[in-house]
């Protein structure tokens, strides 16, 4: 079974710019959670989709976005984006949703530089 | 929220078995608690996840005492592949609270 993809892996912007990163679960799960790493904060939760509805949001502004596809595809959104967002965004999917479990698959992530 | 506590580092070496405590003392009735591994450069890995007395899977151990304020993850015989950033999460059963990555515990196995 193919693990998570994400893509691009690697993307620099420019502050003020926007961007989409792209997430395709594994086949039948239908829980995509996205994730903000950085030196400074770590791991912190950015929200989680289910069945294309939002089930949960993590502590960021309304510049994070996401939106879930009837196929399970995710995708997340950064609008006039900061230095502070130079970060690794990884999703993670899952069969359950979260709260019924734990147990997501992380994909490789994708590595944003916001110069 | 559940806030969870781990050392920041340890040091081991190979063949040894490796335990990694959790603090997590406002830990709710029905939170279950999750091990995750990470490697540099990669996304995290699921280890173990449990919710009260002791889980064994065919990587590590994972021991909650009855008072479930901490839990103990345990690595039988390191190898030097083990080296990685282990994260304890703590995660409520209605999946609506944030999830929280504590700080993690850098391990460092040596031949």
């Known amino acids: 079974k193919a693990g998570v993809t994400q893509t691009p892996r690697y993307l620099i912007k420019t502050r003020g710019q926007q961007v989409t990163l792209s997430c395709s679960p594994i086949?039948?799960?239908?829980?995509v959670s996205w994730y903000q790493q950085t030196p400074g904060q770590g791991l912190q939760f950015l929200f989680e989709y289910f069945s294309e509805t939002q089930r949960n949001k993590g502590n960021f502004p309304g510049r994070f976005s996401g939106r879930q596809f009837s196929n399970s595809r995710s995708e997340m959104n950064v609008s006039t984006l900061e230095l502070g967002d130079s970060a690794l965004y990884l999703c993670?999917?899952?069969?359950?949703?979260?709260?019924?479990?734990?147990?997501?698959?992380f994909g490789p992530g994708t590595r944003l530089t916001v110069t | 929220l559940a806030k969870t506590t781990q050392p920041i580092s340890m040091d081991s070496y190979e063949g040894q078995e490796v335990n990694i405590t959790c603090s997590h003392n406002n830990i709710a009735t029905n939170d279950y608690i999750t091990w995750y591994q990470q490697f540099p450069s990669q996304g995290p890995r699921f280890i173990i996840q449990g919710y009260k007395t002791k889980v064994t899977n065919e990587v590590a151990s994972l021991f909650i005492p009855a008072d479930r304020k901490s839990s103990t993850l345990s690595l039988p015989r390191v190898s030097l592949s083990d080296t990685a950033v282990y994260y304890c999460?703590?995660?409520?059963?209605?999946?609506?609270?944030?999830?929280?990555f504590g700080s993690g515990t850098r391990l460092q196995v040596q031949p």
């Open positions: 086949s039948g799960h239908r829980s």
């Open positions: 993670a999917s899952s069969l359950e949703p979260l709260g019924r479990a734990y147990e997501q698959y």
């Open positions: 999460l703590v995660g409520d059963s209605t999946g609506r609270r944030a999830l929280t």
